[in-house]
């Protein structure tokens, strides 16, 4: 029996997501604003409900609250993630009008980037006039156009992440719900071959003080989107960045994204609040052992981060001010970024009513609002989008 079928011939009303980043998001998002059927006060009980499972009990606590939150059209046009990407950054657009979650809300806003080579250590020497094209990078020997307005954005994970569930709590058509937990196996009618219907997922709920017995929470679907904490498979893995905010010179806000050539490659996304975004100098990638919103921060690779940035930006040895980024961090973090052994991410169904999406790399925040449209769509119909051929992601390839 097809997925559509089974769809056509159930009602699904209240959907499990494990994960509580990103994807899931995105996905309860979708779920709240296209199938949420209007109902009357009366029908509270008709509500579509949206549980959110997540161990730490908050919105966004691992990479998607710490990402850059950089946006790329054609990045990946020559990858199976190609219609996916196009599709998401229409979406991320979209997302920005006032009418849905509002631009200066998750801080999105278009951007050039370029890649600009740089020396490897600090020289007393200029190599000559700023390179054309470059807007707040002091000193370089080359620069390569990457992007521009039409083709690269940002915006705030955090924010948008925190948005998305504000919105869904703003449907009076939803009964929302987020729980502090850890969602296990999932649980189906084993007694008839023929109909292995989802009963529900067995959870691990957290308390105050101590950890509670695992639960049987019913439910008509359930999506695991835990990103590198991702059990499916058995492949998924994270790769560990640091990353450091920091104040631009003066409370000026740059326009340009940069990935460094030299200096050990740190990338520098500045943001609309007079701030840098700088990450660089990953981990090999691992499974991951720390719990989401615990990840240890490393000061050696801050400290690597900080130098290779206001090196390649222009820092002259001995020099104290002169640089737009010569100001000490205002926040240090570290998060895990999913990857699967394709580098391609897994998404779609595992079991009748029991679907996956997770392994979207450096790459979460862009496609996550195309994912989130297309889990929930074959979550409700059986289906995916027009957008996006979900044949491409296959779970099942990794069984």
């Not at 995105?26 to 409900?49: I, P």
């Not at 790769?239 to 920091?246: E, N, P």
């Not at 989401?292 to 001010?321: F, L, M, N, W, Y």
Request: one cysteine or more; glycine letters at 8%; hydrophobic letters at 35%.
């Amino acid at each position: 029996m097809s997925n559509k079928q089974q769809q056509e011939e159930k009602e699904t009303k209240h959907i499990v997501i494990a994960g509580a980043g990103i994807i899931g998001l995105s996905t309860a998002y979708y779920l709240s604003e296209n199938f949420a059927k209007s109902q009357s006060s009366e029908e509270v009980e008709e509500k579509l409900r949206i549980t959110l499972i997540d161990p730490s009990g908050k919105i966004a606590p691992a990479a998607s609250g710490k990402a850059g939150g950089f946006l790329a059209l054609n990045w990946n046009d020559y990858s199976p993630t190609r219609d996916l990407c196009r599709r998401s950054f229409e979406l991320h657009s979209i997302l920005a009008k006032e009418e849905e979650l509002g631009a200066e809300n998750i801080q999105y806003r278009r951007l050039t980037c370029a890649s600009i080579s740089v020396d490897d250590e600090f020289s007393s020497k200029p190599s000559g006039k700023k390179l054309e094209g470059v807007e707040w990078v002091q000193d370089g020997r080359a620069v390569q156009e990457l992007g521009d307005e039409t083709t690269i954005a940002q915006v705030h994970p955090k924010m948008l992440c925190d948005a998305l569930w504000a919105k869904v709590n703003a449907n009076p058509n939803v009964t929302p719900i987020l729980k502090r937990g850890k969602v296990g196996d999932f649980v189906n009618n084993k007694d008839d071959d023929d109909d292995r219907r989802l009963i529900g997922a067995n959870v691990l709920f957290f308390g105050e003080e101590k950890e509670e017995k695992e639960t049987l929470v019913e439910c008509d679907a359930l999506l695991y989107a835990c990103g590198p904490w991702t059990k499916f498979g058995n492949c998924m893995q994270g790769v560990k960045y640091h990353s450091v905010i920091l104040p631009t010179k003066n409370k000026q806000v740059l326009n340009q994204a940069v990935f460094f050539d030299g200096c050990g490659d740190p990338e520098v996304y500045p943001r609309p609040d007079a701030t840098v975004y700088a990450c660089g100098f990953p981990d090999e990638a691992r499974v991951v052992t720390e719990n989401p919103g615990e990840e240890e921060i490393r000061q050696v690779k801050v400290d690597e981060i900080i130098h290779a940035v206001k090196v390649a930006s222009g820092k002259k040895e001995g020099e104290t001010t002169g640089m737009a980024l010569e100001e000490e961090p205002a926040l240090v973090q570290s998060c895990y970024l999913p990857t699967t052994p394709t580098g391609i991410p897994m998404m779609g169904q595992i079991s009748r009513d029991v679907y996956v999406a997770s392994g979207h790399s450096c790459w979460g925040i862009l496609m996550g609002p195309g994912t989130g449209e297309c889990m929930a769509n074959l979550i409700m119909t059986g289906q995916s989008t027009p957008f996006v051929d979900l044949r491409y992601f296959d779970p099942l390839r990794y069984v």
